[in-house]
């Protein structure tokens, strides 16, 4: 353990963090005891739908359904900033433009070439 | 006072939010679906809202971090750190084994792009300076090698297959009254 060297952009293990057996600090301590308290709570409100023998429905995940929405619905925040529209501009209205212009030339170009018969064949497979 | 009713209609259209045609003709909406509190709100500013919204992600208030807010449509959704699911402990009781997630934990913007299947953020059994150096070496050195192979090659010197008789000139259906070219032979019977 001592001498792990993590990959850079990856993070260690909560399992091989020194902080997990060496750090005593009441702050530190009572950061982990609060999460866990979270966790169990959790834990408690999951278990105790899961185990209820009168149940017939699905358990809902408030979590979930909160994750869903926010991914459904990004309008409901989006506000028109320099980077947002350049973005926008990009990805919507660029594409268009270059691609009429793109395919116009070249259709073009290759309708010149079969007029004057220069149009390579060799390959063409419908005969 | 038909043009007043009218603007008001439009007004309900626009602003009615919520299901059902009846909402858009009434400008309220149904009661029905979570409550707008417990669903992604706008990006919190003052400490209080940052407490509720940490409380309604069943987050620690020191560890709930918004997206900046820079109008790309976060809201108050909070801001996990990039860690793919494959880097969760295998070993640990989850609710759901295969998502390596309890139920109710704050999930990542991202988690569908995190799953098992996907993104793999877990790191690399060997260094990564290392492992590149070892490759593009490795790649690098046999591209050498077969460069010098091309330009100093190594085997026997070849050259096309000599015939006896002028190149077999008769048989091959030459002349016999012309006088074919002498072929310079390199061996000697």
Same mark, same amino acid.
């Given at each position: +353990?001592?001498?792990?060297?993590?990959?850079?952009?990856?993070?260690?293990?909560?399992?091989?963090?020194?902080?997990?057996?060496?750090?005593?600090?009441?702050?530190?301590?009572?950061?982990?005891?609060?999460?866990?308290?979270?966790?169990?709570?959790?834990?408690?409100?999951?278990?105790?739908?899961?185990?209820?023998?009168?149940?017939?429905?699905?358990?809902?995940? &408030?979590?979930?359904?909160?994750?869903?929405?926010?991914?459904?619905?990004?309008?409901?925040?989006?506000?028109?900033?320099?980077?947002?529209?350049?973005?926008? +501009?990009?990805?919507? =209205? =660029? &594409?268009?433009?270059?691609?009429?212009?793109?395919?116009?030339?070249?259709?073009?170009?290759?309708?010149? +070439?079969?007029?004057?018969?220069?149009?390579?064949?060799?390959?063409?497979?419908?005969? | 006072?038909?043009?007043?009713?009218?603007?008001?209609? $439009?007004?309900?259209?626009?602003?009615?939010?919520?299901? %059902?045609?009846? $909402?858009?003709?009434?400008?309220?909406?149904?009661?029905? %679906?979570?409550?707008?509190? #417990?669903?992604? %709100?706008?990006?919190?500013? #003052?400490?209080?809202?940052? $407490?509720?919204?940490?409380?309604?992600?069943?987050?620690?208030?020191?560890?709930?971090?918004?997206?900046?807010?820079?109008?790309?449509? /976060?809201?108050?959704?909070?801001?996990? *750190?990039?860690?793919?699911?494959?880097?969760?402990?295998?070993?640990?009781?989850?609710?759901?084994?295969?998502?390596?997630?309890?139920?109710?934990? *704050?999930?990542?913007?991202?988690?569908?792009?995190?799953?098992?299947?996907?993104?793999?953020?877990?790191?690399?059994?060997?260094?990564?300076?290392?492992?590149?150096?070892?490759?593009?070496?490795?790649?690098?050195?046999?591209?050498?090698?077969?460069?010098?192979?091309?330009?100093?090659? $190594?085997?026997?010197?070849?050259?096309?297959?000599?015939?006896?008789?002028?190149?077999? /000139?008769?048989?091959? %259906?030459?002349?016999?009254?012309?006088?074919?070219?002498?072929?310079?032979?390199? /061996?000697?019977?």
């Amino acid at each position: +353990m001592a001498d792990y060297q993590e990959a850079p952009l990856a993070t260690r293990p909560k399992t091989l963090d020194p902080n997990e057996y060496f750090n005593l600090s009441s702050q530190f301590r009572k950061a982990e005891t609060d999460r866990a308290s979270i966790r169990a709570n959790l834990k408690r409100q999951y278990q105790t739908q899961l185990n209820n023998p009168h149940r017939k429905e699905l358990i809902e995940d &408030p979590a979930l359904t909160r994750w869903v929405h926010a991914r459904a619905n990004p309008y409901l925040n989006f506000r028109p900033t320099f980077k947002t529209s350049l973005l926008g +501009m990009l990805f919507g =209205v =660029v &594409p268009l433009f270059t691609l009429y212009f793109v395919f116009k030339t070249d259709r073009d170009r290759n309708e010149e +070439m079969r007029k004057a018969g220069t149009f390579d064949r060799r390959f063409a497979l419908s005969s | 006072m038909a043009g007043v009713g009218f603007r008001r209609w $439009a007004q309900a259209l626009t602003k009615g939010k919520g299901p %059902g045609f009846s $909402a858009l003709l009434s400008g309220s909406r149904a009661a029905s %679906g979570p409550s707008k509190d #417990t669903m992604v %709100g706008p990006c919190p500013e #003052t400490a209080e809202e940052r $407490a509720a919204a940490a409380k309604k992600y069943s987050m620690r208030v020191e560890d709930y971090e918004p997206h900046p807010d820079k109008g790309e449509g /976060y809201g108050d959704y909070p801001k996990l *750190p990039d860690r793919s699911q494959h880097e969760r402990d295998p070993w640990y009781k989850w609710d759901h084994p295969d998502l390596r997630r309890n139920w109710g934990e *704050p999930m990542h913007w991202d988690f569908d792009m995190f799953i098992r299947n996907r993104v793999d953020t877990s790191p690399s059994p060997v260094a990564w300076a290392t492992a590149c150096k070892q490759l593009f070496g490795f790649i690098g050195f046999m591209l050498f090698m077969f460069y010098l192979g091309e330009k100093f090659p $190594a085997y026997q010197p070849v050259a096309p297959k000599q015939y006896p008789y002028n190149g077999l /000139y008769l048989e091959k %259906g030459g002349d016999p009254e012309k006088q074919p070219e002498e072929v310079k032979i390199n /061996y000697e019977i």
